[in-house]
Nanobody, 125 residues
Framework: EVQLVESGGGLVQAGGSLRLSCVASGFSFDDYAIGWFHQAPGKEREGVSCISIRDGKSYYADSVKGRFTISSDNAKNTVYLLMNTLKPEDTAVYSC??????????????????WGKGTLVTVSS
């Protein structure tokens, strides 16, 4: 059974940090790109960042560049999203998703193969 399980969300003050985790199982982790997406209330889902597990290359949306860092621990089938200097506009449900052998940039613009259920991040002002 394919699973993507997110954790690490919560309530944080503006300027603070959170680290999200996405644990994958049930598919060949190394053959996929893993992306983080967020969806704020009343808004469409947007791509945040993506990493190619095979070569470690990553891509970031302009809104988070310089503040967020994506990384992977292949031994643990886990992808992390370290979020620094959080802003109230970062408040959203953050979900991870996997897509087979896709570049990190294209990963945020294509249909993903598998999705997690998401974790809520709330940034207070």
């Amino acid at each position: 059974e394919v699973q993507l399980v997110e954790s690490g969300g919560g309530l944080v003050q503006a300027g603070g940090s959170l680290r999200l985790s996405c644990v994958a199982s049930g598919f060949s982790f190394d053959d996929y790109a893993i992306g983080w997406f967020h969806q704020a209330p009343g808004k469409e889902r947007e791509g945040v960042s993506c990493i190619s597990i095979r070569d470690g290359k990553s891509y970031y949306a302009d809104s988070v560049k310089g503040r967020f860092t994506i990384s992977s621990d292949n031994a643990k089938n886990t992808v992390y999203l370290l979020m620094n200097t959080l802003k109230p506009e970062d408040t959203a449900v953050y979900s991870c998703a996997a897509v087979f052998r896709t570049s990190p940039r294209r990963c945020l613009q294509t249909d993903m193969d598998y999705w997690g259920k998401g974790t809520l991040v709330t940034v207070s002002s």
